[in-house]
C-alpha cells in the first residue's frame, strides 16, 4: 500500500461504496420482484429475470454516454460527481414503497453508474505514470470494488429479509451517500487528476485528430473487448445458471448446516480478497504482457467450468453434487477475473489515446454489459440444453478464444507500440505519497 497516491484510497473507498449499493441492490432486486410479502409485487421469475438482465445489462452499457459525456464536457473529476449524486437520489428513491417511483429510480440508477464507473477507473489511471504502479493500483482499486460487494452480498440481503425489502434498499442509499461524502471530502487529494482535457476545452468544434498508431490502438481494444464480452458471457453464469444450480442440485450441507445457495454469490468477492495481492505479486514477478494476461484470464474461466461439467456429471448419476466442485469453479474463475478485469482497465488507461480514455473505458464496460445481458440467454438455453451442455459449451469457447489471443499476444502488443508511451515518475504521484 506504501508509494501510491494518497488519491487512490479517495477512489477505492468511494467505489467500494458505489459498489455495495450496486451489489445489494443487485443481490436483493429479483427476490423483491418475485417476493408476495414484505411489498414485493409478486411477479414471476421470467419476469423477474428479464428485468435484472435489462438492468445489468444498462447499467454498464450506459458507460458509453457516461465516458462520451467526460471526454467531451465534463472531465472525468465532474462526471463522478454528478454520477454520485444521481446514485444518492435513485437509491434512496428506491426505498420509497411506490411502483413508479421504483421504476424512475432504476432509470436514474443506470444513468448514476453510467457516469461514474468509466470515469472513476479512468481517474485511478490518471494518478500514475508507470505502468507496473498503474497496475499494481488497480488491482487495489479492485479489492476495494470487491470489499463493496462482499459486504453487501452479506448484509444487505440479511436486513431486506429480515426487517423488509425498503429497508434493504436504504441500506444501499446510505452506502451510496457514504461513498459521495468521502468523494467530496477527498478532493484534496485528486487535484491533479479527473480534469478536463485542455485541449479538448480551447475550441469546442475542435476536431479530433487520431495518428495511425491512436488508431491501431483504437483497433486491438475492439478485439480484446470482443474477448472481454466473451469472458463476461461466461462467468456472469455466476448470479444465474450456477446459482441456480446451486439452489437445485448441490448438497450444500456443511456440518449438518444447509448453506443457503445465495451465500454462493459471496466467494467470488471473498475470493479476489484473498488471491488479489497473491495475483498482483505472481505477475510482478514476470513480464506478461497484458493481452496474454487476459488470454490466460479467458481459458482460466473456461477451465472453471470444467469443474462444473464434472459437478453436471455426478449429479447425472447420483442425483446430486457435492459442493467443491462450485467452490473449485468460482476460486478459477476468480482468479481469471483477476488476470483480465483490473488488467484490462488499467491497460486502458495507458494505451487508449488521451482525449479518448473515458470513452474507451465506457466502451469496455459496454462489452460487459452486453456480455450480461448475453449471458442471461446462454443460461436460459438451459432448460433445453441441460446444464452439462451449456457447460460444456463455455468450456469449449472461453478456451478456444482465450487460446487464439495467446497465440497473437505478440503480434498485437507489438502492433499498439505501446513501449513508445513514455514512462516518468510523476511529480504528483511522489509527493502525494502515502508514508
Ligand atoms: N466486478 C467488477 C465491478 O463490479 C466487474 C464489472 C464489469 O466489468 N462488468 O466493477
Not at 188 to 214: C, H, I, M
Not at 310 to 330: F, K
Not at 384 to 402: D, P, Q, R, Y
Request: with cysteine; aromatic share 14%; hydrophobic share 50%.
Amino acid at each position: 500500500m506504501k508509494n501510491h497516491p494518497k488519491g487512490l484510497f479517495i477512489l477505492f473507498f468511494t467505489e467500494m461504496w458505489e459498489r455495495f449499493s450496486y451489489y445489494g441492490l443487485r443481490a436483493i432486486l429479483v427476490l423483491f420482484l418475485v417476493s408476495k410479502t414484505k411489498g414485493g409485487y409478486g411477479w414471476t421469475e421470467a419476469e423477474a429475470l428479464s428485468l435484472l438482465g435489462l438492468f445489468t445489462g444498462m447499467v454498464y452499457i450506459m458507460s458509453i454516454p457516461g465516458g462520451i459525456i467526460s471526454d467531451r464536457w465534463l472531465g472525468p473529476k465532474r462526471s463522478v460527481m454528478l454520477g454520485g449524486l444521481l446514485l444518492c437520489i435513485g437509491h434512496f428513491l428506491m426505498a420509497v414503497p411506490n411502483q413508479t417511483l421504483f421504476y424512475a429510480a432504476l432509470c436514474i440508477i443506470v444513468a448514476g453508474i453510467g457516469m461514474l464507473k468509466p470515469n472513476i477507473s479512468t481517474m485511478v489511471g490518471e494518478l500514475y505514470t508507470e505502468q507496473k504502479k498503474r497496475d499494481a493500483g488497480f488491482i487495489i482499486f479492485y479489492m476495494g470494488i470487491n470489499l463493496g460487494s462482499f459486504l453487501a452480498t452479506l448484509s444487505i440481503g440479511f436486513v431486506a429479509e429480515t426487517y423488509g425489502w425498503h429497508y434493504g434498499f436504504s441500506l444501499a442509499g446510505f452506502g451510496m451517500l457514504l461513498g459521495q461524502i468521502v468523494f467530496v471530502w477527498g478532493q484534496r487529494y485528486l487535484q491533479e487528476v479527473g480534469n478536463q482535457l485542455k485541449t479538448r476545452k480551447s475550441g469546442p468544434k475542435e476536431k479530433l485528430k487520431l495518428s495511425p498508431t491512436d488508431l491501431r490502438r483504437i483497433m486491438v481494444l475492439g478485439i480484446l473487448f470482443f474477448v472481454i464480452f466473451v469472458f463476461w458471457m461466461s462467468f456472469e453464469q455466476a448470479s444465474g445458471l450456477m446459482n441456480l444450480y446451486a439452489k437445485k442440485y448441490t448438497n450444500r450441507v456443511v456440518f449438518g448446516w444447509n448453506v443457503p445457495a445465495s451465500m454462493f454469490q459471496s466467494f467470488n468477492a471473498g475470493f479476489i480478497l484473498i488471491f488479489g495481492g497473491v495475483v498482483a505479486a505472481f505477475w510482478a514477478a514476470r513480464k506478461t504482457s497484458a493481452i496474454s494476461k487476459m488470454a490466460i484470464g479467458t481459458i482460466l474461466v473456461g477451465i472453471g467450468f470444467l469443474f462444473m461439467v464434472g459437478a453436471s456429471m455426478e449429479r447425472a448419476s447420483v442425483g446430486q453434487s457435492a459442493i467443491y466442485w462450485l467452490v473449485l469453479a468460482y476460486w478459477l474463475h476468480t482468479l481469471g477475473e483477476l488476470c483480465i478485469s483490473p488488467v484490462a482497465l488499467s491497460y486502458i488507461s495507458k494505451i487508449a489515446p488521451k482525449a479518448l480514455v473515458s470513452s474507451m473505458m465506457g466502451a469496455y464496460f459496454a462489452a460487459t454489459g452486453f456480455a450480461n445481458m448475453a449471458a442471461a440467454e446462454v443460461g436460459k438455453l438451459a432448460g433445453k440444453l441441460g446444464e452439462l451442455s451449456i457447460f460444456a459449451g463455455l468450456v469449449i469457447i472461453s478456451v478456444v478464444t482465450g487460446t487464439i489471443l495467446l497465440l497473437f499476444a505478440r503480434k498485437l502488443t507489438k502492433i499498439t507500440r505501446e513501449d513508445e508511451i513514455e514512462e516518468m515518475p510523476s511529480k504528483t504521484t511522489e509527493s502525494a505519497s502515502v508514508a
